[in-house]
């Protein structure tokens, strides 16, 4: 009677330890795209929420943040050449906080320049993935908004929305610079308001991005989450 | 249309011959896919054509061929010479030209990639050039349904309007001049 009890609450815990490790499991990344021996190099943790904090301290740190833009010099498409302008002393974007910055670990702002082909989307989301929180994102130009006219190319993606979160759209085919920094202005608007939260957004719809990326994507070499 | 050309084989053509004229410094040649590159070594060696400008093809989908053209400049003369090959779009293969000009490999890569014309020896032929891990068939061939498959590929915003240029231009912007278009 004795022995049966503790093999019956033995074969409990094992199979918790078992449930929780399958569950543990399940949370990892697989990141299938990497070779057996590269694995190791590359976490598996899936992103998680940062949360606001609360009340005076986040709209103190929002109006900071708002305060010191910088942006990732990456030119995804032609509206790139917009942002040269922005930076000489006619339109003088350092005077709004907004400077350029060479790596992804240092900005805070990604300026998708108009059209994203299919090769560069996998190094947007690289970037965009590789930029440290809180992160923001402007879409410049039609192409960003629904592929403007590379609309119907095989090669070009119509909506940047479905594979990394847009927190202001700039419309134009090209916007020119008074229009970026009116986007900026927003953005500021936006960032003091607490309303920038893409980055939780793409945390809480990793997978639907993440499948969206994928299906498009089809030499996934790299690692499911770039940190 | 490979009918209605003569085609000239390496001892017919000489300096003075006058193939198909296009503008002033530019000249057009056809030449049967067999002999093509021994005339394009000729060109190169004997008369001067030693830049090679750009190497292209055109899907001539009704005639069921790819049109080669290989375009080599001459320096001394400032003279333009497009030499064009057909070759069958079933099966496309084609001689490479990578030992005349190394430069040519790349736009060999991307007609394999764009076209689907097989290049055997050239290097890197096989590698992908723009498309990473394209699947289907290569996308600049005419059958292919560019409209269709950025339809079912890429998520389109609904609620995209066309005009019609001209009668938009009409209505909008100069309704006088718009009647002379």
């Avoid at chain 2, 000239?8 to 198909?20: F, G, L, N, Y």
Wanted: glycine share 8%.
């Amino acid at each position: 009677m004795k022995e049966s009890n503790m093999d019956g609450l033995q074969t409990t815990a094992t199979e918790t330890e078992q449930q929780l490790e399958d569950m543990a499991k399940e949370m990892r990344l697989a990141n299938d795209g990497l070779m057996e021996q590269d694995k190791g190099y590359f976490c598996d943790v899936r992103p998680h929420r940062v949360e606001p904090y609360k009340g005076i301290m986040e709209s103190f740190a929002n109006w900071a943040r708002s305060q010191s833009l910088w942006i990732l010099g990456f030119g995804t498409g032609c509206g790139a050449i917009e942002l040269r302008p922005l930076m000489t002393s006619r339109f003088d974007m350092y005077r709004y906080g907004i400077q350029a910055r060479p790596t992804p670990r240092q900005s805070c702002v990604f300026i998708i320049g108009g059209y994203a082909s299919v090769k560069t989307l996998k190094r947007i989301v690289r970037s965009y993935e590789q930029m440290q929180g809180p992160k923001f994102v402007l879409g410049l130009g039609s192409c960003t908004v629904n592929g403007g006219m590379y609309w119907d190319s095989y090669n070009t993606i119509n909506r940047i929305d479905q594979y990394i979160p847009v927190d202001v759209y700039i419309a134009g085919c090209m916007p020119r610079p008074e229009a970026l920094l009116g986007g900026f202005i927003k953005l500021k608007q936006m960032i003091r308001e607490g309303k920038c939260e893409g980055m939780n957004k793409y945390i809480d719809d990793f997978d639907w991005y993440k499948a969206n990326q994928k299906q498009i994507i089809h030499d996934w070499n790299m690692p499911d989450y770039n940190w | 249309m490979a009918t209605e050309r003569q085609e000239r084989t390496i001892q017919e053509v000489k300096d003075s011959d006058p193939v198909c004229d296009g503008q002033a410094g530019l000249k057009f040649v056809h030449v049967g896919a067999d002999q093509a590159v021994a005339y394009i070594t000729r060109l190169r060696d004997v008369q001067g054509y030693t830049h090679l400008v750009f190497f292209t093809a055109i899907d001539y989908i009704e005639d069921s061929i790819f049109r080669l053209t290989y375009m080599v400049h001459n320096y001394a003369s400032r003279q333009d010479l497009g030499v064009q090959v057909d070759i069958p779009r079933q099966g496309a293969t084609m001689e490479s030209i990578h030992h005349l000009w190394p430069h040519a490999a790349t736009y060999q890569r991307e007609l394999k990639e764009m076209f689907g014309i097989d290049f055997p020896g050239s290097p890197g032929v096989d590698d992908s050039f723009i498309l990473e891990g394209w699947t289907g068939i290569p996308p600049m061939r005419r059958e292919f349904d560019t409209k269709l498959y950025s339809e079912q590929t890429y998520f389109p915003r609904p609620g995209r309007v066309t005009h019609d240029t001209a009668a938009y231009m009409k209505e909008k912007l100069y309704p006088s001049e718009a009647e002379t278009w």
